[in-house]
T-cell receptor
Framework: AQSVAQPEDQVNVAEGNPLTVKCTYS??????LFWYVQYPNRGLQFLLK??????LVKGSYGFEAEFNKSQTSFHLKKPSALVSDSALYFC????????????FGQGTELSVKP | GAGVSQSPSNKVTEKGKDVELRCDPI?????LYWYRQRLGQGLEFLIY????????KSGLPSDRFSAERTGESVSTLTIQRTQQEDSAVYLC??????????????FGAGSRLTVL
């Protein structure tokens, strides 16, 4: 069965500092990995995805994520956090041989303080 | 339409009543998903439709939950004999489907269900 773990319920960062939101996964076959963001009172939005190729993936709003096969991780990163980055972040995974079923993690609340 | 449309946006019902939630996906999107998001929690997978294939119902929590989809368009999620633990936001999403590679989902605004 496929699963996603986001070990931190909340991450607090000062504006201008780098941020990392952690994600680990378990799937059969090659993983397809995603990050989505949910801003307050707004719908879920796609940030970035890893399919194949370069392990470092760049996405919207200056975010990037690094795929690490040996550690089965796909951590979300940003070099310099903004207050406006404060939101709920979800990691999601689909197994390459498990059809289109997409499983989400429990979410990590990112809070960026001025 | 331009986005995924869900209705109603809010539904308050009494315990034991049946409710029906509707989702209009983006035109041309062959894949459609339903998720449940309880207050302060993550997204719980419910069901996935892909074209004319049999749906993946592995996430439906009980036989009180069912969903249908008409071809590659509208989907309805039905909850029978609602219970208080069914209170949540029900999110629908659609995507172009597997033939286009990893499926990026576009989400609707959700239907907030409150069971009294």
């Amino acid at each position: 069965a496929q699963s996603v773990a986001q070990p931190e319920d909340q991450v607090n960062v000062a504006e201008g500092n780098p941020l990392t939101v952690k994600c680990t996964y378990s799937v059969s076959g090659n993983p397809y990995l995603f990050w989505y963001v949910q801003y307050p009172n707004r719908g879920l939005q796609f940030l970035l995805k890893y399919i194949t190729g370069d392990n470092l993936v760049k996405g919207s709003y200056g975010f990037e994520a690094e795929f690490n096969k040996s550690q089965t991780s796909f951590h979300l990163k940003k070099p310099s956090a903004l207050v406006s980055d404060s939101a709920l972040y979800f990691c999601a995974v689909r197994g390459g041989n498990q059809g289109g079923k997409l499983i989400f993690g429990q979410g990590t609340e990112l809070s960026v303080k001025p | 339409g331009a986005g995924v449309s869900q209705s109603p946006s809010n539904k308050v019902t009494e315990k034991g009543k049946d409710v029906e939630l509707r989702c209009d996906p983006i035109s041309g999107h062959t894949a459609l998903y339903w998720y449940r998001q309880r207050l302060g929690q993550g997204l719980e997978f419910l069901i996935y439709f892909q074209g004319n294939s049999a749906p993946d119902k592995s996430g439906l929590p009980s036989d009180r939950f069912s969903a249908e989809r008409t071809g590659e368009s509208v989907s309805t999620l039905t909850i029978q004999r609602t219970q208080q633990e069914d209170s949540a936001v029900y999110l629908c999403a659609s995507s172009l489907g597997l033939v286009f590679g990893a499926n990026v989902l576009t989400f609707g605004a959700g239907s907030r269900l409150t069971v009294l």
